[in-house]
């Protein structure tokens, strides 16, 4: 993948084949706003624009489940948070 590290907050969720991963960008102000998912071996142009957080006062983040079936898509800021899961991580 070619996309620059200032584009992104740095972490991934690897799907269970480990064929893909998930990760999240940041927007013009450097705020994680959006999860894409790359498939390997192929053009960033080509990622899965997966979530994209509309409020710009929430951050958006993702890690594993504790089981590792899922990818969990967790957004707030420092009142309110939501989480999705995305999955199962295939």
């Not at 269970?16 to 790359?38: C, E, G, I």
């Not at 053009?43 to 504790?66: M, N, Y």
Request: aromatic share 10%; net charge negative; charged share 20%.
């Amino acid at each position: 993948m070619t996309t620059s590290s200032r584009e992104t907050d740095g972490g991934v969720v690897w799907t269970a084949a480990s064929t893909s991963f998930y990760y999240v960008k940041l927007d013009d102000n450097h705020r994680p706003m959006q999860v894409w998912k790359h498939r390997l071996g192929t053009p960033q142009k080509d990622d899965v624009l997966i979530h994209q957080e509309q409020d710009s006062g929430w951050f958006t983040h993702i890690h594993e489940s504790a089981s590792g079936r899922f990818c969990v898509i967790a957004g707030g800021d420092h009142e309110t948070s939501e989480q999705w899961l995305v999955g199962p991580c295939q």
